[in-house]
């Protein structure tokens, strides 16, 4: 039945036909008919962020908790380009989201109007697809399609940009049920062939390993994934977009790999014999020098985009399909086959590299360390519902390395685009998703100045995150690469540690603020944030010229590692009898 409204009425009516119960918005003049529209709904719960990056950075946060599909609404011209940001973040992340912005009357579309900018022209590397909406009675169908293209096959960023005259005109409404898009069909299920063909691989691998992201994630595919590593015992490196999607407290799960991966993760992937990549894309910062990234395997490579397979590293087995079907394919040929696992010296051999060469660091008294700080923050959660949010650097890392997860969607970061200041509003919107969560941002004291502003839109919605700031007085990762590369020429990367004064910054916006400068005071500290009913802050004074380590130089193989616990190569250890020994 079809009811007569304006524009902007269509569009709220539409986002509730979507389910959408939070959005993240910023008014201006042209969106003014959409927010007056947004003031009468009684579904959706209308965020007033204090940055439009932030706004879209929390739309980000809250889908990658949930789920769901993130939500922003914007106005146009510094309104729209303020997006720009945030939306490519998702887009390289492959996150669901729906960015609304306004735009001038179409009747002064390219005449330079006030605060006019071409939003679809700018976006178009950046979105999965984009709209001109140019016919108020095509907007409700337009919205179906957003919402369908953004979280289907490979998600990602939809903008929709509205003329303030789109907005105000009168359509009879009558929301599709279904979308007809002939030219985008994606694909979910992985040919039968492929399958069967990866399943003879991992029946006669010794030494599989399976590499898994974020496209798990996304399918959630957690539970097929864990049915597959422990019916066949095949370790398992998460990337850290994959990070959550096999709990890290399981004795197969053997780490993050890459530039700062462990060396006992990096060099599981050089000597496995069987890649089974799912739902990555052989990003750079994992496989270092890319002609010798597990050269000694062969590959399967599952992934919904059949743009990844063979973009970078070319698969053996190539299976386009979304991973959860995939995965729980593979389990079905092989538990049908009576396959049975034949990884045990494998298995083994990975659990004495880990041993020889686990992660660490070298405490000194009364000196806090941010690796101990990331470890406590651990333990301290470790039986609640917690969400861990990062900034960008090396807090982010330590917060990979250092903190244990068990849950799928628990662990939001920036990867991709290794975007500063997305952890805080990305945190909050995490919050507003799953309100009953403990929602913690691991943050850096350069990383969180970039939207600090947001310490506002948590505390005046009561959004209680609480930010933890590894705060040692430098662009740190910036700083970490001049120390090594440049000779400690430490250009433009010092940050005073107490300018800002966070405790203060937390005080004047309502917060909570701690201040932690002995590792005797950190566990206090920590709880108190963590049972305070509303946002807090723990600057934490951590070692200043501390540095990320194992790391792999730019341009270097990934078992070529700087740091960390020294040892000799792995191809040096097997030559010397280690895996005849672990074998027998």
Known sequence: MTEQMNGAQALVRSLEAE???VLFGYPGGVALPIFDALYDSKQIRSVLPRHEQGAVHMADGYARATGRCGVALVTS????????TGIANAYMDSIPMVVFTAQVATAVIGTDAFQEIDITGITVPITKHNYLVKDAKELPEIIKEAFHIATTGRPGPVLVDVPVDISKAEIDFDYPEIVNLPGYKPTFRGHGKQVKQAVTLIKEANKPLLYVGGGVIASEGSKELKELAELMQIPVV?????KGSFPEDHHLWIGMPGMHGAKYTNYAITETDLLIAVGVRFDDRVTGKLATFANKAKIIHVDVDPAEIGKNKEADVPIVGDAKNVLAGMVAELRKTGAEPITQGWVALVDRWRK????????EEGALHPQYVVQRVSELTADRETIIATEVGQNQMWACQFYTLRHPRSWISSGGLGTMGFG???AIGAQAGRP????????????IQMNSQEFATAAINGFPVKVIILNNGYLGMVRQWQELFYGRRYSSSVLPQDCPDFVKLAEAYGCLGLRVTDPSELDAALKKAFDHDGPA???????????????VAPGASIDEMLGGIPGCPVSEMLDDGTLEEVWE
Do not use: K, W
């Open 436 to 447: 009953d969560a403990l929602v913690i941002d691991i943050a850096g004291d350069g990383s």
């Open 356 to 363: 020889q060469f686990p992660l660490h660091y070298s405490p």
């Open 424 to 426: 805080l509003p990305a």
């Open 77 to 84: 011209g510094p309104g729209a380009s303020n997006t720009i």
């Open 537 to 551: 802050i723990v600057d934490c004074r951590v070692v200043g010229e501390e540095c990320v380590y194992p790391m």
């Open 19 to 21: 389910g959408v119960d």
């Open 238 to 242: 998460t990337t850290m977009m994959g």
